[in-house]
């Protein structure tokens, strides 16, 4: 019901905030669908966004319990929801917002907090830790390409992995990259180069595309199948700016599926660039170390020594004729004072010598049996004895012996 007024009987401005706010309650609950622009995080019971018209630019401001707000999941900014909303006015300030008793996420925004809660969960469990991303090597025997038959993508892989390396081999397991079965045949493609021994490495590799067209890449079995291979995995899905589930698990993110090909493989034209800088690099060295070496031999010719090698031996040569000069006079004075010495001792034994003494006159007797006979006791009478002088022997027989005392 309208309020009756006028310039002399006015309403109350209390009464017409009253009016207005129970005019805006009698509109009750109603469903809406909005996109979030912002939302305002905040500690305490109550939280704040605002919804925007997705058609018009018209928007509100809007209230949420915590508990309504964490029961959607991960909400990005942008996503689209429909909302059990009621408006509310304030008293104080006249201000409207409503009041949102029930939320849910449509269209690919529900799709991203699914793949956001999941991607929570896999993450929680360790399967995007960095200490399990393994190395691609870097110049596979054999290459395993997973991909949809007569794509792009395969095009695109195998055009540029042949442009870089000629030599490479590819070996393709077709699967089916997007609708019902595709995470069950990207598995079982997966599984089957997985177990090949003679593949290095595989790079799954898809097309850009819608996010529903992508979601075979964000299928938990599919993330964990790439998270529980043996080889080294390559993701390539969509474009630069799509990241599939799989991106995260996977051991190398390639942006797109050319640029799988240059991971994969090196460029043939770079490396024999760097083979023969190499090489010039080397011949450089080996050039600088054989002119150091001349130079060093050239400075050790050029020495003296090398020059005449016998003129170290002058000086030593001058010194031993000097010590044999020495040598000759000590062995000289040696000899003489040696001889000296002789003359005397010979001279000395001469004078001792017993026939120096049978020259003085003297004789040695000697029995028959060349016994030496020093006393006249030591023969008898009828002894013959044997004297022997300065020129000559005498056989003398004893007649008679006699003493000093006898004589005396």
């Known amino acids: 019901?309208?309020?009756?007024?006028?310039?002399?009987?006015?309403?109350?401005?209390?009464?017409?905030?009253?009016?207005?706010?129970?005019?805006?309650?009698?509109?009750?609950?109603?469903?809406?669908?909005?996109?979030?622009?912002?939302?305002?995080?905040?500690?305490?019971?109550?939280?704040?966004?605002?919804?925007?018209?997705?058609?018009?630019?018209?928007?509100?401001?809007?209230?949420?319990?915590?508990?309504?707000?964490?029961?959607?999941?991960?909400?990005?900014?942008?996503?689209?929801?429909?909302?059990?909303?009621?408006?509310?006015?304030?008293?104080?300030?006249?201000?409207?917002?409503?009041?949102?008793?029930?939320?849910?996420?449509?269209?690919?925004?529900?799709?991203?907090?699914?793949?956001?809660?999941?991607?929570?969960?896999?993450?929680?469990?360790?399967?995007?830790?960095?200490?399990?991303?393994?190395?691609?090597?870097?110049?596979?025997?054999?290459?395993?390409?997973?991909?949809?038959?007569?794509?792009?993508?395969?095009r695109d892989v195998v055009t540029n992995v042949g442009r870089r390396w000629p030599a490479a081999v590819i070996r393709t397991r077709y699967a089916l990259v997007q609708g019902v079965n595709s995470a069950e045949s990207v598995m079982t493609a997966l599984a089957a180069l997985d177990a090949d021994p003679e593949v290095d490495v595989i790079i799954l590799a898809r097309g850009g595309g819608s996010l529903e067209d992508l979601l075979s890449f964000s299928d938990e079995g599919v993330v964990r199948a790439v998270a529980a291979a043996r080889t080294p995995v390559i993701s390539a899905i969509g474009h630069e700016r799509d990241f599939p589930l799989v991106d995260f698990v996977a051991d190398v993110r390639a942006s797109t599926p050319t640029d799988a090909a240059k991971r994969v493989v090196p460029d043939r034209a770079v490396e024999a660039a760097h083979v023969a800088q190499s090489l010039a690099r080397l011949r450089r060295a080996i050039d600088a170390q054989l002119a150091r070496e001349q130079h060093l031999l050239d400075t050790v010719r050029s020495r003296p020594v090398m020059v005449d090698p016998t003129s170290a031996f002058v000086a030593h040569f001058e010194r031993l004729d000097l010590l044999r000069h020495r040598l000759d006079g000590a062995i000289e004075r040696r000899l003489r004072s040696e001889q000296s010495d002789l003359r005397a001792a010979v001279s000395t034994i001469r004078a001792l010598s017993p026939k120096r003494t049978l020259e003085r006159g003297y004789a040695v007797l000697v029995s028959d049996e060349h016994e030496s006979i020093a006393s006249v006791s030591d023969v008898a009478p009828g002894d013959r004895i044997h004297a022997y002088l300065a020129d000559g022997e005498l056989t003398l027989d004893v007649v008679e012996p006699s003493t000093k005392e006898q004589h005396g």
């Not at 622009?37 to 919804?51: D, H, L, N, P, Y």
């Not at 793949?115 to 469990?125: D, T, V």
């Not at 360790?126 to 025997?141: H, N, S, T, V």
């Open 1 to 154: 019901m309208a309020l009756n007024s006028s310039q002399d009987s006015p309403q109350p401005l209390g009464r017409v905030i009253g009016a207005v706010k129970d005019w805006v309650g009698r509109l009750g609950e109603v469903w809406v669908d909005a996109q979030v622009v912002e939302i305002k995080r905040r500690s305490g019971a109550t939280q704040f966004m605002t919804f925007r018209d997705r058609m018009a630019n018209m928007s509100a401001s809007v209230t949420v319990s915590t508990l309504v707000l964490d029961a959607v999941g991960p909400l990005p900014e942008g996503s689209r929801v429909t909302a059990r909303i009621r408006p509310r006015v304030w008293d104080r300030n006249t201000s409207i917002s409503f009041e949102c008793l029930e939320l849910h996420v449509a269209g690919e925004g529900r799709l991203l907090a699914q793949l956001e809660q999941l991607k929570r969960k896999l993450q929680a469990e360790g399967l995007f830790d960095e200490y399990r991303k393994r190395q691609i090597p870097a110049l596979p025997r054999m290459i395993g390409l997973v991909t949809g038959r007569d794509s792009d993508a395969e």
